[in-house]
């Protein structure tokens, strides 16, 4: 199932004007897609009209949010989970996306013990990588 506009409303807990996330795309298993248009808008946009980094990050870490708020609504109909990041490992980024582009994100949840899930996150601009990470958050 697709989520765009309000029903992204329905898997993560960030609102406006720190949405990261315009919608999940698709769904597999422990795998999900994502898409956000970089505005002009956006609270991480520097005076270059490029996105800083933190924003990138926060961005794959609100994909992750969908991904365990999809997961959460099969269970049962709750409000989506609220996941604090623990550590970002192995950050690289190959260039800072501008204003007018899409990011196109696939998060892995790799291994999940406990509260504690371990996911990897890669964007990209078309066939152009922009960055990937590997996280540590910890859900409540």
Do not use: W
Request: hydrophobic content about 40%.
């Amino acid at each position: 199932m697709t989520y765009r506009g309000e029903d992204i409303l329905r898997l993560i807990p960030q609102r406006a004007p720190f949405m990261m996330v315009d919608a999940l795309e698709e769904r597999d298993g422990n795998s999900a897609a994502t898409t956000l248009g970089v505005e002009r808008n956006n609270y991480f946009i520097l005076p270059d009209g490029t996105m800083a980094e933190s924003g990138i990050i926060e961005h794959i870490a609100q994909s992750c949010s969908a991904l365990a708020g999809c997961q959460a609504l099969e269970k049962q109909p709750a409000g989506p989970p609220v996941g604090i990041i623990g550590e970002v490992k192995n950050f690289v980024c190959h260039r800072r996306p501008r204003i007018g582009e899409q990011l196109h994100t696939v998060v892995t949840f790799d291994m999940t013990f406990g509260s504690v899930t371990l996911a990897t996150g890669s964007c990209s601009v078309g066939d152009e990588p922009i960055a990937e990470v590997k996280l540590k958050i910890f859900m409540q």
